[in-house]
């Protein structure tokens, strides 16, 4: 008794293991979890209408019965009279049996095909309203996806807004600018110096000209000096 029981409650264990798994499962792909639950209302608006196809089916059977023993109790009704008609009552009294037992089966008949009928117009009507659950539970399917997919799209977004850093981009692309502007300055540094480089040669040119002006000016008077000694002596000798 104690390993019945033992092995009931593992098994209880393992079907709500299996529970909880097929329940992961479901959240993790819900469109299972709606096909499953269509094709469970699918399977059982097939068994309905198997079931109602035998209601219908005994319905008309009924039915049917029903026509032939009326027409029957008509025909001996019609026989019964023409029998007391014809004074033939030995045939009359026969058909009177006939007639009541005709009577009561289409009185009885009556009753099974009332109730026939009942059952079958509701049987339709479940199947109609299992059909339209199933339209509905299929609408549904296709929204609440839909929905989901949406939902799931924002939160990826989401997240992945949140977990974005703009920190690196940033400091990059302040190096970025602080190595364009040294690299402008040191440009305008070099043009800078150039420029004063030429000045420097220019100022340095300037001062070798007047330099040089100078010792030309300072040769020339020399020569005219010279010059003006040489017609002196000149005169002197004459």
């Known amino acids: 008794m104690a390993s019945i029981g033992f092995i009931a409650r593992l098994a209880n264990i393992w079907k709500g293991f299996?529970?909880?798994w097929i329940s992961d499962v479901e959240r993790e792909h819900p469109e299972i979890a709606y096909e499953n639950a269509i094709n469970s209302m699918v399977e059982k608006y097939s068994g309905l209408k198997r079931a109602t196809a035998g209601l219908i089916r005994r319905?008309?059977?009924?039915?049917l019965r029903f026509t032939t023993q009326s027409k029957e109790l008509a025909q001996v009704t019609a026989d019964l009279d023409t029998a007391?008609?014809?004074n033939q009552d030995d045939l009359a009294l026969v058909l009177i049996q006939k007639k009541q037992q005709l009577e009561q089966e289409v009185k009885s008949l009556e009753g099974e095909l009332d109730l026939a009928m009942k059952e079958a117009d509701s049987a339709k009507s479940s199947i109609l309203q299992v059909q339209g659950e199933i339209k509905k539970l299929k609408g549904e399917k296709d929204q609440m996806i839909a929905r989901l997919r949406s939902a799931e799209a924002k939160l990826r977004i989401q997240q992945q807004l949140e977990g974005l850093s703009v920190e690196a981009d940033v400091k990059a692309l302040e190096n970025v600018r602080e190595h364009i502007q040294n690299t402008v300055a040191e440009a305008n540094l070099n043009k800078e110096l150039a420029g004063s480089d030429l000045d420097n040669?220019?100022?340095e040119l300037r001062s070798q000209t007047g330099e040089v002006t100078a010792r030309s000016e300072l040769e020339r008077l020399k020569a005219a000096k010279a010059a003006a000694g040489q017609g002196t002596q000149a005169k002197k000798t004459l």
Request: hydrophobic letters at 45%; proline letters at 0%; a neutral charge.
């Open 59 to 63: 319905r008309e059977e009924i039915e």
């Open 18 to 20: 299996l529970s909880l």
């Open 84 to 86: 007391v008609a014809t």
């Open 201 to 203: 040669r220019l100022r």
